[in-house]
């Protein structure tokens, strides 16, 4: 039988909300279809429907044949499905969770011992078997979750949003065993929020409000915007303004910043008239430039959310006396044998944007705490505006927001409780606490949701929530820690707007993302790797660094990866020497 998902006027209602409204697709055997749309879009709901944990309100899915309603137990049998939240037992070992969901599946675990060993060396986790999945990596984490979901030998699998908070070189890895998966037949359907990957499909579902706007290849998609994709290049001047103002143009659908240049999109058929003009405000110069899938998938579903920050017009702006506002000398923290930071050193003035990047476990969360005063040093000193985090951390605390990783929300309070709480923690007076919470409660447009959970709003509101709680008392210096994993690129976009605009008023920012787009934002960039800060520059310069014959002009993504192979291979011939 042919390995073929068939959909046909798919609908799925919850109460008077259609999440998926007349989909129709035929997914094949031997590709690779992305899934990409915003977020609130239905692609979660189709993933789950397509692995028949969901019935349909109307319309039908089958699967190999199969009907997701009559023959539900055949589908599980024939289906690997890899959710966005992967259920791993972090209590017990790589090998253990292996049993456990081959028991789950009905698998002889006693005969299974060539099934282990082919799925360990197939993702790599071969020497990792006995350690406890808590310990692992995010990136080893979601190899294990995909070893799991190849315990029965699928024809079909199913992954949601696989390589969310997975560094550049895991999600590398993802991606090879995927296509290894690909050219052996199977039907493999990749949900995910990040657009490169999309456009490596060789099939594409972009799902906008529970229905389909585009089936097809990426490329044909992207071939829309021939002719409309600009890059202003060598500016004199501020580009985070430029592209500010270039997104305030009416002639202008999406704009993002690329390094030390901008690049815009234009309007269908809108003239250059008005960008050609900016480039000359910046005496930079306007070339056109080969459109992105990002570009056609920004521009397909109406355009980026613009260039203005409410929450930056209504901040006053910092003094910018140049000042070095975040100082870390030879920062080291060590968990008993182990060592998460080693050495690192580095400043960051005033308006100033520093990424923090590195592969998964190489110790930015580590770093970013201790600047926080969460975490104390071993040795090594850390200041935020001056202030010694090991004497004065309370002091430091109030002039700093932080928005950490697994946003610092909590659950059993309101959307609007959570907002209280937070003001009142950074010590406002009654008068200003209502004034903030009305304030932001408009600029982040949570009202509809004020009432909700924060458990249980989409992802995009809760990003808004925690980036609010974290600039309710106009802190000096915001500390960004993956703020954006799982976010949609216009959520994406949304939150830079706001970034921008604040380190316009004077703010310092520190970040860490595993999307490398981002990077591109940043000032300078930290690179961390085993420990140790092993490059710090500009996007530009890091992306000359790593640059050759073979890639002469590296992306940002690419240099990443180039520059934490090439560390990797010297410590390990230092290692293998010693």
């Known amino acids: 039988m042919a390995i073929e998902i068939v959909i046909t006027d798919l609908v799925k209602r ?49 699967v190999c044949g199969r009907d997701i309603v009559t023959e539900a137990a055949a589908i599980h049998n024939i289906t690997g499905y890899m959710p966005q939240r992967f259920g791993l037992y972090e209590d017990l070992t790589v090998m253990e969770n292996m049993r456990l969901y081959a028991d789950l599946r009905g698998l002889d675990t006693g005969s299974s011992g060539d099934l282990f060993t082919r799925l360990l060396g197939f993702t790599g986790l071969a020497p990792f078997a006995g350690r406890l999945a808590g310990a692992l990596s995010g990136g080893m984490k979601q190899k294990l979750g995909l070893a799991c979901a190849l315990m029965a030998q699928p024809q079909v699998l199913l992954l949601d949003e696989p390589s969310v908070g997975v560094d550049p070189v895991s999600r590398q890895d993802l991606w090879r065993m995927v296509q290894e ?15 490169d990957e999309a456009e490596r499909c060789q099939d594409v579902l972009l799902l906008n409000q529970g229905r389909i706007v585009y089936s097809g290849a990426p490329a044909a998609l992207t071939a829309r915007l021939q002719g409309r994709s600009y890059l202003i290049r060598d500016l004199t001047g501020n580009r985070r303004q430029a592209l500010t103002e270039g997104l305030q143009l009416a002639s202008v659908r999406d704009g993002v910043i690329q390094g030390a240049a901008v690049r815009l999109v234009l309007k269908e058929g809108a003239p250059q008239d008005e960008i050609a003009a900016l480039a000359r405000r910046y005496r930079a110069q306007l070339l056109p430039t080969a459109p992105r899938f990002e ?23 910092i003094p910018q006396r140049g000042e070095v506002m975040v100082r870390c000398r030879d920062l080291t923290k060590r968990f008993g044998d182990f060592t998460a930071t080693r050495d690192v050193s580095f400043e960051v003035t005033q308006g100033e944007i520093l990424g923090l990047l590195g592969p998964n476990g190489a110790g930015k969360s580590t770093t970013f705490k201790m600047l926080c005063g969460l975490l104390k040093p071993t040795s090594g000193t850390a200041e935020v505006v001056g202030l010694d985090l090991r004497r004065h951390a309370g002091r430091a605390k109030i002039q700093l927001g932080y928005m950490a990783q697994k946003f610092s929300l909590y659950g059993p309070l309101s959307v609007r409780q959570n907002l209280d709480f937070f003001a009142g923690v ?20 949570l009202t509809p949701l004020l009432d909700e959970s924060p458990d249980d709003i989409p992802l995009g509101f809760k990003q808004r929530l925690a980036l609010a709680c974290a600039l309710m008392h106009r802190p000096k210096v915001l500390f960004l820690d993956e703020p954006t994993s799982g976010v949609d690129p216009i959520t994406r976009r949304e939150f830079w707007t706001h970034i921008t605009g604040l380190v316009g008023k004077g703010v310092t920012v520190m970040v860490t993302t595993h999307f490398m787009e981002e990077a591109e934002y940043c000032d300078r960039v930290a690179l961390v790797n085993r420990a140790e800060l092993i490059a710090l520059d500009t996007p530009d310069a890091l992306k000359a ?15 990443f990866i180039r520059l934490i192979e090439r560390q990797n291979a010297i410590a390990d011939a230092r290692e293998r020497a010693a």
Request: no cysteine.
């Open 295 to 317: 570009d056609a998938f920004i521009d397909l579903l109406g355009g980026g959310p613009g260039g203005r920050s409410g929450i930056a017009e209504q901040m006053p702006a």
């Open 14 to 62: 919850f109460g008077t909300s259609a999440a998926l409204d007349g989909v129709s697709a035929r997914i094949r055997g031997g590709l690779l279809t992305g899934i990409v749309g915003p977020d609130g879009a239905g692609k979660t709901t189709l993933m789950r429907t397509l692995a028949a944990l969901m019935l349909p309100s109307e319309g039908s899915v089958s």
């Open 426 to 445: 950074y010590g406002l007076t009654r008068a200003q606490r209502r004034e903030r919470v009305r304030e932001m409660i408009q600029i982040f447009e």
């Open 181 to 195: 998966l690909v050219a052996q037949g199977m039907a493999v359907v990749w949900s995910t929020a990040y657009l």
């Open 545 to 559: 660094m790593a640059a050759d014959e073979a890639l002469p002009d590296p992306t940002m993504e690419q240099a």
